[in-house]
Structures are given as structure tokens and as C-alpha cells.
């Protein structure tokens, strides 16, 4: 089982910058697809965005095109989630997730199989 702790969150002034992190326990980290996703109150999990299990290839919503970036450092068990430019609209809690094993990126909830427990990021006007 993949336990996923996340960090960095925080408040941030609109157009400021943070940067998460999700440290993994599991020492095959490498085997998994990684995933971003976001809740906002009121609301539905959304996705943010998506690393293969390489890093070579991500994909993201297009709420976040441009302004986020995703990498991972598998040497380190951790995937990264640079935020830039941010926009109150980005405040919500931040969830790192593990998928299968798989060559492919993941998109839905349902397709990830570990959770962390989230990180606050809250962006003023």
C-alpha cells in the first residue's frame, strides 16, 4: 500500500507562486502514475494533472495550462506540482494520488488507487 504525504500549501497573494509536494512510502514509486487533483468547496474533486510513471509524459486541465507544472524525482519517491501565477479560483485542497501500473496518464478519480490526505492552498485577491 502507498501511503502519499503532501506539503507546501499555504496562502499566496494572486499572480504568487507555491510549490507541493507528495513524498511517497512505497519503494517501487516508479511503477506508478501520478496525479494532481483539487476540491474546492461546494465542489466536485477536480483534475489538475498527470505524470507518467517516467515523467515523460503529462498532461493538464485547461484551467492550468501554463501557469502549473508537474515533475517527479523518482530517486526521491516525490512528485512536484509547481503552481504559478495564481488565481484566487486556484484556492482549494490539493491531492496528490497514485494510479496503477500502466504506460498510460489517468484522469478520473475513480482510475487512482492512493490518496494523500491533501494540502491547503489558499490564493487572495
Known amino acids: 500500500q502507498v501511503q502519499l504525504v503532501e506539503s507546501g500549501g499555504g496562502l499566496v497573494q494572486a499572480g504568487g507562486s507555491l510549490r507541493l509536494s507528495c513524498v511517497a512510502s512505497?519503494?517501487?514509486?516508479?511503477?506508478?502514475?501520478m496525479g494532481w487533483f483539487r476540491q474546492a468547496p461546494g465542489k466536485e474533486r477536480q483534475f489538475v494533472a498527470a505524470?507518467?510513471?517516467?515523467?515523460?509524459?503529462?498532461y493538464y486541465a485547461d484551467s492550468v495550462k501554463g501557469r502549473f507544472t508537474i515533475s517527479r524525482d523518482n530517486a526521491k519517491n516525490t512528485v512536484y506540482l509547481q503552481m504559478n501565477s495564481l488565481k484566487p479560483e486556484d484556492t482549494a485542497v490539493y491531492y496528490c494520488?497514485?494510479?496503477?501500473?500502466?504506460?498510460?496518464?489517468?484522469?478520473?478519480?475513480?482510475?487512482?488507487?492512493?490518496w494523500g490526505q491533501g494540502t491547503q492552498v489558499t490564493v487572495s485577491s
Open positions: 505524470i507518467s510513471r517516467s515523467g515523460t509524459s503529462t
Open positions: 512505497e519503494r517501487t514509486f516508479s511503477r506508478y502514475p
Open positions: 494520488a497514485a494510479g496503477p501500473d500502466g504506460s498510460r496518464l489517468y484522469f478520473h478519480t475513480y482510475e487512482y488507487d492512493y
